[in-house]
C-alpha cells in the first residue's frame, strides 16, 4: 500500500476513537446512514470520515471503494458504524455504479450522499434535513457544497436543448426552503426515492444533471435547504498549502493521474483521448435518452440574489 493509504488508515482509526468518546442519544440518527463513493483518494476519505466522527459519531457510514487498491477489503470494519465495500477497478471510474451499489446497501429510510472530497462543518445539520423530509412530502433535501454558492437550478427544454438555469427555483416551501429540479451532491433523499431512480452507470463524469432529470420525470419532489453545507477540500490529497489550494481552485481535480483514472484511461491513453472517449459514452447514455442535443449550464448572477433573499447565504 502506498503511503497515502497508511496515513488514511490511520486517521480514520484516530476519528473512530474520538467518535466513541463524543458518543450522543440522538435516536433520529438512526434513521440515516451516509453514502460515500470513494476512488482513489484515499486521504479525501479519511479527512471526510474524521469530520463526520467529530459532529456525528453514531450515524451509519457506508463506503464504496472502487479504486486499484481499496482502501479496506470488502465488508471490512475499519471502526465502529463504519462499513467498507468494494466494486471491481473498472467499475470505479464512474460515480453512477457505485453510488446504485451503495443504495442497494443502505438499510434506512433516509441516507445522506458524500462526495469523497467533502468535509464535515458545523454547519452540516444533519437534523435540519432529516426533520423536513419527515414533515413534508420531498423526496431530495439538498445543502450547499462550499460557503458560497448553492447548486440550485431548475430545467427548461428548449428545442433540442435542455438548459440547467442555475439558482432559478420555484416556490417557497416554508423558511429557507424553496422547491427545485436539481441540487449540490449535498442531500438528503428517501431511501426508496433513490431506488426508484439510480444513476447512469456508463458515464464518466457529467452525470449530476442527467440523475435530476430522471428524477424530475419519476415525479421525485426536490427542495433546497438554506443555510446547511458541507466544506469542498479539493486539493485534500495533494495536502495542504497555499500553493495547492490554487491548484485546486483552477483544476475540479489537480493531479492528472486521477483525472486520467476518473476518465477511465486504457494504458498510455493520454488525458484528451480519455476524455473524446467519455463525451462519446456521454452523448449515448445520457443526450440519446433525453432525445437532445446538448445539456447547456445557464448562469444569470442576478438570480442568485433572489435565490439568497428567499433562503439566505450559505454560510448564514
Not at 445520457?286 to 450559505?314: A, Q
Request: aromatic letters at 10%; charged letters at 30%; one cysteine or more.
Amino acid at each position: 500500500m502506498s503511503s497515502q493509504a497508511e496515513i488514511a488508515r490511520d486517521r480514520i482509526g484516530h476519528s473512530g476513537e474520538r467518535g466513541r468518546d463524543k458518543s450522543a442519544n440522538r435516536p433520529w440518527l438512526s434513521d440515516i446512514t451516509i453514502l460515500i463513493k470513494t476512488f482513489e483518494r484515499p486521504l479525501c476519505v479519511a479527512a471526510l470520515i474524521s469530520s463526520i466522527r467529530k459532529f456525528y459519531p453514531e450515524v451509519k457510514i457506508l463506503v464504496c471503494d472502487d479504486g486499484r487498491d481499496p482502501l479496506y477489503p470488502d465488508g471490512h470494519v475499519p471502526i465502529e458504524g463504519v462499513r467498507w465495500l468494494t466494486l471491481p477497478y473498472e467499475m470505479g471510474h464512474t460515480l453512477g455504479a457505485g453510488r446504485n451499489y451503495l443504495i442497494e446497501k443502505a438499510g434506512t429510510p433516509y441516507v445522506f450522499l458524500c462526495d469523497d472530497d467533502h468535509k464535515f462543518v458545523r454547519a452540516t445539520d444533519l437534523r435540519r434535513f432529516h426533520d423536513f423530509l419527515e414533515r413534508t412530502k420531498y423526496d431530495i433535501a439538498g445543502g450547499c457544497q462550499g460557503w458560497f454558492d448553492y447548486g440550485t437550478a431548475c430545467f427548461v427544454q428548449r428545442g433540442s436543448i435542455i438548459e440547467q438555469l442555475f439558482h432559478v427555483h420555484g416556490e417557497l416551501i416554508e423558511p429557507r426552503a424553496v422547491a427545485c429540479d436539481r441540487v449540490s451532491n449535498t442531500f438528503m433523499a428517501r431511501t426508496s426515492a433513490l431506488r426508484d431512480v439510480k444513476w447512469e452507470p456508463h458515464v464518466y463524469g457529467m452525470e449530476h444533471a442527467d440523475f435530476f432529470l430522471r428524477a424530475k420525470a419519476r415525479g421525485l419532489r426536490v427542495a433546497q435547504l438554506g443555510g446547511v453545507w458541507v466544506d469542498h477540500v479539493r486539493s485534500a490529497e495533494l495536502g495542504d498549502g497555499l500553493l495547492n489550494q490554487l491548484r485546486a481552485f483552477l483544476s475540479h481535480h489537480p493531479n492528472s493521474a486521477y483525472r486520467k483514472a476518473r476518465m477511465g484511461a486504457k494504458g498510455s491513453e493520454g488525458e484528451r483521448e480519455a476524455k473524446a472517449r467519455a463525451l462519446e459514452l456521454y452523448r449515448k447514455y445520457v443526450l440519446d435518452y433525453h432525445g437532445v442535443s446538448e445539456i447547456r449550464d445557464v448562469y444569470r448572477p442576478m438570480l442568485s440574489l433572489r435565490l439568497y433573499r428567499k433562503i439566505g447565504l450559505p454560510f448564514l
